[in-house]
């Protein structure tokens, strides 16, 4: 299973990039997927997550309000849409998908250990 990231870069504070996160080798569409990022010195953090079928997401506090997660099952695909971006978004991005569950449960969907499956990361740089 290979998850692959991409959508990232360096932007201007206030823009509008979506991150792309494909899948191969598995099915996608059955199973809860999420976002997490990292800045440098900093630990993983949640961003947001989406069940099986997209009806449900979660989001960090830090981004409600301005990340819409979402997915394409029959393109094997989830997505992050990241609007009004600011400088403290900056850090490296990372797609993640679980083995077993359509969906997680209240604080489960937030941690990296709930995940079977992790992509490469992509970079995201916001300049203010």
């Known amino acids: 299973v290979q998850l692959q990231a991409s959508g990232g870069g360096l932007v201007q504070a206030g823009d509008s990039p979506r991150l792309s996160c494909t899948a191969s080798?598995?099915?996608?569409?059955?199973?809860?997927a999420a976002w997490f990022r990292q800045a440098p010195g900093k630990e993983r953090e949640f961003v947001a997550a989406?069940?099986?079928?997209?009806?449900?997401?979660y989001y960090a506090d830090s981004v409600k309000g301005r990340f819409t997660g979402s997915r394409d099952n029959a393109k094997n695909t989830v997505y992050l849409q990241m609007n009004r971006l600011k400088p403290e978004d900056t850090a490296v991005y990372y797609c993640?998908?679980?083995?077993?569950?359509?969906?997680?449960?209240?604080?489960?969907?937030?941690?990296?250990?709930?995940?079977?499956?992790w992509g490469q990361g992509t970079q995201v740089t916001v300049s203010s």
């Open positions: 993640s998908s679980s083995a077993n569950y359509r969906a997680l449960g209240t604080h489960a969907y937030a941690v990296p250990s709930s995940y079977d499956y």
């Open positions: 080798g598995r099915t996608f569409s059955n199973y809860a």
């Open positions: 989406i069940s099986w079928g997209g009806s449900t997401t």
